[in-house]
């Protein structure tokens, strides 16, 4: 249950923190988190941030990078890097 809730709370900080402006895409995320889905919520997350490319800093990309670890799902980052900005 702890890890739930810290995988929980890493994706709601991204989420929080990111450069989405999309209501309906940001209540989409936490629908998934709230069904406890959170490596698929991340997923959704980073796939809006590329689709709509959407710059990102260096520091929230790593934050990426070391979300994607936790959850156990690299792919979801992948391209990010493209959209980072100085």
């Known amino acids: 249950m702890e890890q739930y809730l810290s995988l929980r709370n890493l994706v709601s900080d991204l989420l929080e923190d990111s450069p989405l402006t999309s209501e309906e895409v940001i209540a989409d995320v936490r629908h998934l988190m709230s069904a406890g889905e959170e490596g698929l919520a991340f997923d959704t997350m980073c796939s809006w941030i590329y689709e ?11 934050r990426l990078v070391s979300a994607a670890q936790e959850l156990g799902n690299p792919r979801s980052i992948d391209k ?3 959209l980072v900005v100085d």
């Open 80 to 82: 990010l890097d493209e």
């Open 52 to 62: 709509e490319i959407l710059p990102i800093d260096l520091a929230y990309f790593e």
